[in-house]
């Protein structure tokens, strides 16, 4: 996240892991292409795709050129391209066709990064996490993580371990062939304009600072709502389920920016400290605290409008007696001086009514009831919502007099939303993601210690779902089980209704 106006970025050459799956296709070269359209991408940079089926150079970047065509004509299109701008960087794709667990494919990497004379490159591991260790193993032993002739860098996706134990060993399977500076793990959410968005309005707006803490708000609830199901990916979410998959990446990181104290300053170091550190600050809850404190769900049949949708044991590649959380709500306490007594609710599901993910931020009441005897004896908590899809912007609601003889109140909104301040190109979050790794800022990658600190705090949750108990049903395109409306009701709370 570059602070001032942006040049293009050094030469270098990218290789592409898993060059024929949906991530490249979908998000990567699309945003490649974005960058390049902005003119921030060097003439001489090379995108490498590597994966095991043959294929030529001109065929792989025909096939990307054919698939982004296509999506352009579709609702939600991430590019839109145009024939000079995609020559360009077409002209830079080539493709390497080689097992990622060989070593001959290496010999062909150096041969690549040798031909491309800039010593710079990038290996990005759009692969099944399966290969991430093997990947990063051969690369350490061919000698290409050495930067004595220009820089090396891994990207490495989600998801980064599968508990805090394997999360700590891949993370020391990197560090052993590498330095930290040299490792950028993506979580994508930090790549959408609103979740940055949140820290500069956090800290360059003063006012918020003033009412930021446990003195004024109440709690605070992070909501990321899906209407989809699991569509394609049921054997890879059968295994992983809701928690896995959204709460020690995406949602923390949302927690993270929404709770961590001001960085000392804007720079890779000071901000990765301190979400570091707020993450660290969740309370580990004993088993019987984490049971308590979530709540399980899983979509059975329902509809969404006039649409009939299938229920998750139904869904292909799901086990038809699953117990996969296709939902999930916590309460999750941080124990520091601002955020003490300050109940963090999450929550994160398929197949419910609207796409949203939000954070409400909810104000404690005004401390005296002026108005009497009116229906405004008992005036509504004030929230703030950061709303970061789909309708991104801040809302924030006030009470005020409905118009009339008599005294009485109705919530009104004050907004900003980002459609009505900015004009927004198409993108698909991940550029400026890829920009700052060819640039080398890692302010928006997570460090080994968040990535840690993250599933120290959600261990608990798998530990003691692992000795049993049950999912509880909601039907697809409802928002959720019953059970998550009680996990509030018991602290005499609410859900702040969504979309
Ligand atoms: C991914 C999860 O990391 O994030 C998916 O694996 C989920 O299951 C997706 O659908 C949500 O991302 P977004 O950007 O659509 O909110």
Not at 359 to 377: G, L, M, N, T, V
Not at 397 to 415: F, H, I, S, W, Y
């Amino acid at each position: 996240m570059s602070a001032h106006d942006v040049e293009a970025a050094p030469a270098c050459t990218l290789f592409l892991f898993g060059a024929n799956g949906d991530l490249v296709k979908r998000l990567l070269m699309p945003a490649l292409y974005n960058l390049s359209r902005d003119g921030l991408l060097d003439k001489r940079l090379r995108i490498v795709g590597v994966d095991h089926n043959p294929a030529t150079d001109s065929a792989f970047a025909e096939r990307l050129e054919a698939f982004m065509r296509e999506r352009d004509k579709g609702e939600g299109a991430t590019t839109h391209l145009d024939d000079k701008v995609w020559k360009r960087l077409a002209k830079g794709i080539g493709y390497l066709t080689g097992d990622f667990l060989e070593p001959a494919t290496y010999q062909a990497i150096a041969e690549r990064i040798e031909n491309n004379r800039t010593g710079n490159a990038i290996f990005y591991l759009a692969t099944s996490p399966r290969f991430f260790s093997g990947v990063v193993q051969q690369l350490g032993a061919a000698g290409l993580l050495d930067e004595a002739n220009g820089f090396r860098r891994v990207v490495v996706e989600k998801p980064f371990g599968s508990d805090l134990a394997s999360a700590e060993a891949l993370n020391a399977c990197l560090l052993k062939v590498m330095n930290e500076k040299q490792i950028y793990r993506i979580d994508h959410y930090l790549g959408k304009e609103t979740v940055q968005n949140i820290l500069v309005s956090r800290f360059s707006n003063g006012l918020f600072e003033a009412f930021w803490n446990n003195h004024y708000i109440d709690h605070v609830q992070i909501t990321a709502a899906e209407t989809v199901g699991v569509e394609t990916r049921g054997a890879f979410y059968d295994t992983t389920g809701a928690l896995r998959d959204m709460v020690p990446n995406h949602l923390f990181q949302l927690l993270a920016m929404v709770a961590m104290e001001p960085p000392a300053a804007f720079g890779a170091d000071a901000v990765r400290s301190e979400k570091a550190k707020v993450i660290g600050a969740i309370r580990p809850w004993s088993k019987a605290m984490a049971l308590k404190n979530s709540v399980r769900g899983q979509y059975t049949a329902g509809k969404q409008g006039r649409k009939k949708l299938a229920g998750y044991r139904e869904e292909p590649r799901v086990d038809p007696d699953s117990q996969t959380e296709t939902y999930v709500a916590l309460k999750v306490m941080i124990d520091n001086w601002r955020w003490v007594g300050v109940p963090f609710y999450l929550r994160t599901g398929k197949r419910m009514s609207v796409r949203d993910t939000e954070i409400a931020i909810c104000f404690k009441p005004a401390p005296y009831a002026q108005f009497r005897d009116s229906d405004a004896e008992r005036p509504k908590p004030n929230y703030l919502k950061i709303q970061i899809q789909p309708n991104e912007g801040m809302w924030f609601d006030l009470q005020a007099k409905r118009p009339g003889p008599t005294l009485a109140m109705e919530n009104v909104e004050l907004g900003f939303a980002y459609k009505d301040f900015f004009k927004m190109q198409p993108s698909t979050g991940y550029e400026t993601l890829i920009y700052d790794c060819l640039t080398g800022d890692q302010t928006l990658f997570q460090r080994a210690d968040n990535i840690e600190n993250g599933w120290r705090a959600v261990q608990p949750f798998l530990d003691a779902w692992a000795q049993g108990g049950e999912v509880q049903p909601y039907a697809a395109g409802e928002d959720g089980p019953e059970a998550a409306d009680e996990l509030l009701a018991r602290d005499r709370r609410v859900w702040h209704s969504i979309g």
